[in-house]
């Protein structure tokens, strides 16, 4: 599986967009990507996920670069409720279908009143 | 739908006890999972089932035993606890290539 690289930390303002990056650069070309959050010790959420063409769903949307090496969440107006650990992962599904998600450290996405 | 329900949600052992983590889901999921999450750190995979009958290893099987005998459980059983595992444990269940839904979660300690 490639490997993802996230920033450590974030801030965002209630009310505003926040952006969160993924850069996986070694990724190939059936691998998708996903994004969790896990909000404070709860189980992770699952958010969204795509393979090449851009998301967009009740939560969130996924801009996919191009060629693919680089991925952005966005949440159009994050609320103090969005405040939690942003996964980003990037997986093949294997030949059976089952999903072995791994995941890292994440962004921790602090909203701020 | 209760989705995915994990028993205890705490527990404590000693070193040496042994165990089980109770995982049930009313999705009819075929997929079930369990990840281990230490403090600070991301989850880990400890093992993984696609349907009754047949399980997996994942990233972090040792000291651990699990079982599906049914759809809706996968139960993960601790022999000889040790502090090792202290760790938050959940539980997690899928349909093929979706979303996978996490239970709220176990937190042990073994002291």
């Known amino acids: 599986d490639a490997k993802t690289t996230q920033p450590t930390s974030m801030d965002c303002a209630e009310g505003r967009a926040a952006n969160l990056p993924c850069n996986h650069s070694t990724i190939s070309g059936n691998e998708y990507v996903y994004w969790y959050r896990q909000i404070h010790s709860q189980g992770p959420q699952y958010i969204i996920h795509?393979?090449?063409n851009n998301e967009t769903n009740e939560m969130a949307s996924l801009i996919i670069t191009e060629d693919r090496k680089s991925s952005t969440l966005i949440l159009p107006h994050a609320t103090l409720r969005d405040t939690a650990v942003y996964y980003c992962i990037v997986r093949v599904p294997t030949q059976g279908g089952s999903e072995k998600l791994v995941f890292g450290k994440g962004t921790k996405l602090t909203v701020n009143p | 739908n209760a989705g995915v329900t994990q028993t205890p949600k705490f527990r404590i052992l000693k070193i040496g006890q042994s165990m089980t983590l109770q995982c049930t889901q009313d999705?009819?999921?075929?997929?079930m999972y369990w990840y281990r999450q230490d403090p600070g750190m991301g989850l880990k995979l400890i093992y993984y089932?696609?349907?009754?009958?047949?399980?997996d290893k994942g990233e972090v099987p040792n000291g651990y035993n699990v079982s599906r005998s049914t759809t809706e459980d996968f139960p993960l059983r601790l022999e000889l606890a040790a502090p090792s595992q202290t760790s938050v444990y959940f539980c997690?269940?899928?349909?093929?290539?979706?979303?996978?839904?996490f239970g709220s979660g176990t937190q042990l300690s073994v002291l």
């Open positions: 997690a269940s899928s349909f093929v290539r979706e979303k996978l839904f």
């Open positions: 795509g393979l090449k």
């Open positions: 089932s696609v349907g009754a009958g047949i399980t």
């Open positions: 999705m009819n999921h075929n997929y």
